[in-house]
C-alpha cells in the first residue's frame, strides 16, 4: 500500500543550527512533492514544490531535494530562527492528482 | 494572495444534529477539498470537487456529503453528527490539478466539537 513516512518524533534544535525533516515515501511513482508548515490551530501553508525531474530547490534559508532512487526527500532551513519552529507537512501528488499528506513533523528551534 | 476562507473557527454542536461547514475563496479556482486533521492521523481527505456541482469521494467520505452550487463556494455537511466526527476540519482550493498551479491554499480550519 502507498504510505508517506515524516518522524512522528519533534526534532528540537539549537538557534543558528540547519534544521533538516525527512519525508520518506513507498509505492508511489509521484509527479511531485510539495512541502507546507502548519503553525498550531492554522491551516496548511505551501512553502516549496519539486518535480520529479529536479534535484534540488531552493528558496531563501529553505532547501528541499528530492531522491527519486531512494524514495526520499529532505527539507532543510538553514540559519534556523525561533520563528521557524512549526509542524512541516510534505504532501505527494501521484497518479490521482490529488496531493496526499504526510503526518507532519514538529520543529521546535531553541533560542 | 488567494484568500480561502472558513465560516467559523470553532463550532459546537449536539449529536444528531445537522452541520454545515462552509468555505469561500476569492480566486476562481476549479478545485477544493475538504480534509479533516486528528492528532496522529494527519489529514485525510473527505471529498473534493473540480467544477460546480461536480464531486468526488475522497478517502473517508462516509457520514459528510457536500454541494457545490457557485465556483466559489463548498460545503461540506455532517447530516447527524457524530461524537467521532468531532476534528479540525480544512478547506483548501487550488488553481488546477495539473500543471503549474497544483498548490493547495487552506483556510484556518474549523474546529468542531460533537457532544
Known amino acids: 500500500s502507498q504510505k508517506i513516512e515524516q518522524n512522528s518524533e519533534a526534532l528540537n534544535i539549537q538557534e543558528g543550527k540547519t534544521a533538516t525533516l525527512t519525508c520518506n515515501y513507498t509505492n508511489y511513482s509521484p509527479a511531485y512533492l510539495q512541502w507546507y508548515r502548519q503553525d498550531p490551530g492554522r491551516g496548511p501553508v505551501f512553502l516549496l514544490l519539486i518535480r520529479e525531474n529536479e534535484k534540488e530547490k531552493r528558496k531563501e534559508r529553505l532547501k528541499v531535494t528530492f531522491d527519486t532512487t531512494l524514495k526520499q526527500s529532505l527539507f532543510h532551513i538553514t540559519a534556523s530562527q525561533p520563528a521557524d519552529s512549526a509542524t512541516y507537512l510534505c504532501a505527494l501528488r501521484g497518479g490521482s492528482y490529488i496531493p496526499t499528506f504526510g503526518r507532519g513533523t514538529s520543529l521546535i528551534v531553541h533560542p | 494572495d488567494v484568500k480561502v476562507t472558513q465560516s467559523s473557527r470553532y463550532l459546537v454542536k449536539r449529536t444528531g444534529e445537522k452541520v454545515f461547514l462552509e468555505c469561500v475563496q476569492d480566486?476562481?479556482?476549479?478545485?477544493m477539498f475538504w480534509y479533516r486533521q486528528d492528532p496522529g492521523l494527519g489529514l485525510r481527505l473527505i471529498y473534493f470537487?473540480?467544477?460546480?456541482?461536480?464531486?468526488e469521494k475522497g478517502d473517508i467520505p462516509e457520514g459528510y456529503s457536500v454541494s457545490r452550487e457557485k465556483k466559489e463556494r463548498f460545503s461540506l455537511i455532517l447530516e447527524s453528527a457524530s461524537t467521532n466526527q468531532t476534528s479540525m476540519y480544512l478547506c483548501?482550493?487550488?488553481?488546477?490539478?495539473?500543471?503549474?498551479?497544483?498548490?493547495?491554499?487552506f483556510g484556518s480550519g474549523t474546529q468542531l466539537s460533537v457532544l
Open positions: 480566486m476562481d479556482h476549479e478545485n
Open positions: 470537487s473540480y467544477d460546480v456541482k461536480m464531486k
Open positions: 483548501a482550493s487550488s488553481l488546477t490539478l495539473r500543471g503549474a498551479g497544483e498548490k493547495l491554499f
